[in-house]
């Protein structure tokens, strides 16, 4: 069988020091699985590992193994594992949300951005029954199994104030605020009225300084601004988007998690109304 992005990740030291030049050991063993990136390029593992696990890593490559939607798959076995040993009663006081049962078992309601998410034993659905995309669910577990109990406290940082991020700043701005700036430039109405549609909010004041600002809670712990700048073409100043989150988003959220959070915001504001 082929070696997964959960077998390359046990193999790891899991400190999550970035010196591979990514920003976790999991990000490291996705690379590895799906884009041929050397084992050795994680300098603390030792020569036996890289040597014994190397060779079925080009087999693998050479056979053209595993696909995106394997990575999907086995990021999703991985997060489940990850957020099992957490008791479903403990997690409203961590992550917030509310405690139901059904059927006998316990069932979380956890807000998710206008709507509500059913977390249980067998799974997590959205509130009208149909299951969570697999992304949706690796996004949800990670927060399950890193949530902290902080609740936000209204101070906001750019990606780039978070630690251990470098990597990702270029994949924000393409995939997240470059196609928000493109779609929504000179049309900050229709961005208003397609944040409202799922759960955003307008902020004013507060020194928010931005032309328009926009306030959404993903999750109940996990509120993000989306800031636009309508630019001034007569001074050649072009049009700017900027996601900030509270600083204390990375005791809720791994680097993935934010960027999958970022990309899924953008993806439900440029989604056609329906
Ligand atoms: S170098 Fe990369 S893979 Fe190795 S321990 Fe550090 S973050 Fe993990």
Known sequence: MALSVVDIYKILPRTNCGDCGYASCLAFASMVVSEKVPLSRCPHLDPETVARYQPELDAQHAAGKWTRRDLAADAHIWARERAASMALEDLPARIGGRLTTENGASVLELPYFNSTVRISADGIRHADGTEAGRWEQVFIYNHIAQGGRREPTGRWKGLQEIPNTVSK???????????????????????????????????????????ISLRFTPLPRIPVILRFWEGDDEVGLDPEVKLAFDETIPEHLDIESIMFLSEQLTKMLMAPEA
């Open 169 to 211: 700043i270029k994949s924000m701005q393409a995939h997240a605020e470059a196609p928000l700036r493109q779609r929504f430039a000179g049309r900050l109405d229709e961005l208003v009225a397609a944040a409202e549609r799922i759960g955003g909010e307008r902020i004013t004041g507060g020194g928010e300084t931005a032309d």
